[in-house]
């Protein structure tokens, strides 16, 4: 195969158009990727559009997984290198549009085809193949962290939310405040709202549920435990809001002599801790979505 050559190392200098390469044997994928950059006192019109697009560009090749798929255990030192090296000499009908430029930074969204032949992929990885090689959590945690990376974020107080957490309800009727332990500090730490104790405040409403709680006889020294539970998102001061819901369920087998209450409580919390976790994450990024709606759109 005879590469592409371009000139430079950033996307800013990738201008070719994509070549009639399709060949079987070929792996090719959309990539996508958005990503911001901070001006710089010197800089000139394009510089940090340019520092945005390479960010894009590394971005949308890692969060593709094209790469950690077929090399799981490749140490991020070489993922970071391959893909440069995919995004300088082996992406095609790359376009790209602002989504902010102001007087602070500069946001941009970029599209490619990624195109590449097995044997050419396998040389780069063994080229930059060296160091510690991490585990694939490590891996998907880099995923995450880039992903974080480019999401809009509230520049001032005003910005964040105000989040209530009602008192857990169960599918009989009743509720009870004593597992605002668990919620609490899944919600605390969230860069886009504060925990409120006054439910009229608030701009999202935390509704946690345990639609589920049922124990059966396995046999005369065995019992299961079934237990689901639902955590919603409600925001009743906005009419084009749809709720947001996590649900999880479990269950246990255990001895019959054992405390139901004591096995309950316990997976009860740990449901909630999980549930907790997932709804955080999308209502962040509900959040962060409407943010950068209003920063665009004035909405």
């Not at 044997?25 to 390479?54: F, K, M, P």
């Not at 030192?77 to 549009?97: C, F, P, Q």
């Amino acid at each position: 195969m005879v590469k592409p050559y371009i000139a430079g190392i950033g996307l800013a200098l990738l201008t070719l158009s994509r070549a009639a390469l399709a060949s079987e044997g070929y792996i090719t994928q959309e990539v996508n990727g958005d990503a911001c950059d901070e001006r710089q006192t010197g800089d000139d019109a394009r510089t940090a559009e340019n520092r945005a697009l390479d960010k894009a560009g590394l971005a949308a090749i890692k969060t593709s997984g094209l790469v950690q798929k077929r090399y799981p255990f490749l140490a991020d030192s070489a993922l970071n290198m391959v893909s440069y090296r995919l995004i300088d000499e082996y992406l095609y009908d790359v376009k790209h549009h602002l989504t902010l430029d102001d007087e602070t930074r500069v946001c941009v969204s970029m599209q490619a085809t990624l195109e590449i032949e097995p044997e050419d992929l396998e040389e780069l990885v063994q080229e930059y193949k060296f160091g510690n090689e991490p585990t694939v959590a490590q891996i998907e945690k880099v995923a995450k962290q880039v992903q974080s990376e480019t999401q809009f974020k509230p520049k001032n107080i005003n910005e964040k939310k105000l989040i209530y957490i009602e008192p857990l309800h169960f599918w009989s009727g009743t509720k009870t405040d004593i597992y605002n332990d668990v919620l609490r500090p899944e919600f605390a730490g969230s860069e886009y709202f504060y925990v409120t104790t006054d439910k009229s405040m608030a701009d999202y409403v935390i509704k946690p549920t345990v639609e589920k709680a049922a124990v059966d006889m396995v046999d005369n020294k065995n019992n299961k435990m079934q237990i689901s539970v639902k955590i919603a998102v409600v925001a009743p001061n906005e009419n084009d809001f749809q709720e947001i819901d996590e649900r999880q369920s479990h269950f246990i087998l255990f001895a019959a002599d054992k405390d139901e209450q004591e096995l309950a409580d316990s997976l009860i919390r740990k449901l909630l801790k999980s549930t907790a976790s997932a709804i955080n994450n999308k209502l962040d990024n509900n959040i962060s979505q409407k943010l950068e709606e209003s920063r665009l759109y004035g909405k």
